[in-house]
């Protein structure tokens, strides 16, 4: 799941689906809500974080000290039922400051990025772009090949259409949509279903427009009228049998949206109220056909470039001849960080693909599964012993992924022993500066210092990284937190009291 800290207001829905919704300006009315997961906003798509601030006073701490200020705060009877796992070593040694159960399993939730996204980089290298390319085929057929950017947008979209028009394209009686380079399923089938209904859990495959998600804006109207639905793209309302249950209520009402999807992925529902004075929202939802969803943005993208489009068709594999058109990612370097900042799912789902073009793949075998067998024969090459981890994805959405804090540990040592060192350290966000750390740690010891990846899900939270410890030396941490029923701040809260210890560590 993704983790951010913005001004994102997030409701759950009774069938379990989970949506964001945005203000369009600001609005500062607040929303009814029931949180059974905790979700992600955007970059489009990220987790929405309650700032807060340790508690842990501003004072010098010695190594030799250090095991029982975190037993301080770890050993405390709200955090009795709970699993905590640590490990602590400076970056230049093997030396261990602290351990809690280092070589023990955990949930490590969006951690597994961090993973990932050393994989990516050890085997693709920072300059790795992912391409979308159009061939011409002959007889007017035009093929469009799409190898799982999920960077793709409408600017990218009308490049390709520009480029076709460039070319002398005035028509195009049919174009084909190879969807072959990403093989499996579009979602983990592990993951569950308020995170597959979820636009932090939206579709990967070999096209990915917009993320794989569309929006809608709920419009309050007169009072006892239901709310008015304005779609970002009115393709996509011809998609959907709405049921729109909702009601604008006058201004001292609550408020509160339901929206569900059946399982089908026809219908959607809408329910609840908002007040006649409310600021529209904005809803995001996953698609359910990427491939289609391609097509239909594109067709609008040639539209504007006045070349008419025919029948599409969707077909896996084929002959490519001459490339007409084509667009790129941004670099590898820039999509880490869009990753590993925002903790963006489906970046790293993407990436995690991505690495399936480094091994010959066998039949039946899907991309996902070949880039989870190249991510941890990459990261045996960093020195992270195999038996430390069991990956069932590349973004940490499925309650299945299991490592250790010893794992992190090793492939935050290991990374920086190599030349990209500093391109994986500047995915990280920063302490009080970015990303989903923007908003902790501000005004404290660790601010500026610290680069660490977060992770959460329900009953989970998890942090790992490095602290840059200005009177001792550069620290390498991982902290998971494992069947939990406090809140998540309270956690978080804690968890951050002893990454504030370890900006304060001094040779005593």
Not at 177 to 201: F, L, M
Request: glycine residues 6%; hydrophobic residues 40%.
């Amino acid at each position: 799941m993704k983790d951010y800290a913005d001004k994102v207001k997030l409701l759950t829905l009774r069938s379990g689906i989970l949506v964001k919704l945005k203000t369009c300006k600001r609005s500062l009315g607040v929303l009814l809500i029931f949180l059974t997961t905790q979700i992600t906003f955007n970059s489009r798509v990220a987790k929405a974080q309650t700032p807060t601030a340790p508690t842990t006073t501003t004072k010098a701490i010695c190594s030799s000290q250090l095991p029982t200020a975190i037993d301080s705060v770890i050993n405390r009877p709200l955090f009795s039922r709970m699993r905590w796992g640590i490990l602590i070593q400076p970056l230049s040694t093997g030396l261990t400051l602290y351990n809690r159960d280092a070589d023990k399993y955990f949930t490590p939730a969006s951690n597994t990025k961090l993973l990932t996204t050393a994989a990516a980089l050890q085997q693709l290298g920072a300059n790795f772009r992912i391409r979308t390319s159009i061939y011409q085929n002959g007889n007017g057929v035009l093929r469009v090949v799409g190898r799982g950017d999920p960077s793709l947008d409408d600017t990218q979209l009308q490049a390709l259409a520009q480029q076709l028009k460039q070319k002398g394209i005035t028509q195009i009686p049919e174009l084909i949509a190879d969807d072959s380079y990403i093989q499996g399923d579009i979602v983990n089938p592990t993951w569950q279903w308020e995170d597959v209904q979820s636009d932090y859990g939206a579709p990967v495959n070999s096209f990915i427009t917009h993320q794989n998600i569309f929006s809608l804006k709920l419009v309050p109207q007169a009072v006892g009228k239901p709310l008015k639905l304005v779609w970002a793209d009115a393709s996509e309302a011809t998609q959907w049998r709405i049921i729109n249950q909702s009601i604008t209520v006058d201004g001292n009402q609550p408020t509160y949206i339901n929206v569900n999807r059946d399982l089908s992925g026809t219908v959607l529902r809408i329910e609840g109220q908002l007040t006649t004075n409310s600021e529209p929202y904005l809803l995001d939802l996953p698609v359910v056909d990427p491939n289609y969803y391609f097509l239909r943005r594109f067709r609008t993208a040639l539209r504007q470039e006045k070349i008419p489009l025919g029948k599409t068709l969707v077909i896996s594999g084929g002959t490519n001849q001459e490339e007409i058109a084509f667009v790129e990612s941004p670099s590898l370097a820039e999509l880490l960080a869009e990753t590993n900042v925002n903790s963006n799912n489906l970046y790293a789902e993407a990436l995690l693909r991505a690495l399936a073009v480094e091994k010959p793949r066998l039949k039946n075998q899907t991309s996902a599964n070949v880039g989870l067998e190249v991510v941890k024969a990459s990261l045996t090459q960093l020195g992270v012993d195999p038996a430390n981890y069991i990956l069932i994805d590349g973004s940490g959405l499925s309650r299945r992924n299991l490592v250790t804090p010893e794992a992190f540990v090793q492939v935050l040592r290991g990374i920086a022993r190599t030349p990209a060192a500093s391109i994986y350290r500047g995915s990280l966000p920063v302490a009080g500066k970015s990303g989903t750390l923007k908003f902790r740690f501000q005004n404290t010891p660790a601010e500026g210092i610290v680069q660490a990846k977060t992770g959460t899900l329900t009953g989970v939270v998890s942090l790992s990284g490095y602290v840059n410890v200005p009177k001792y030396e550069t620290l390498v941490f991982s902290i998971l937190v494992n069947q939990s029923e406090q809140p998540t701040t309270v956690v978080r809260q804690a968890i951050d009291e002893i990454v504030v210890l370890l900006a304060q560590l001094q040779r005593c």
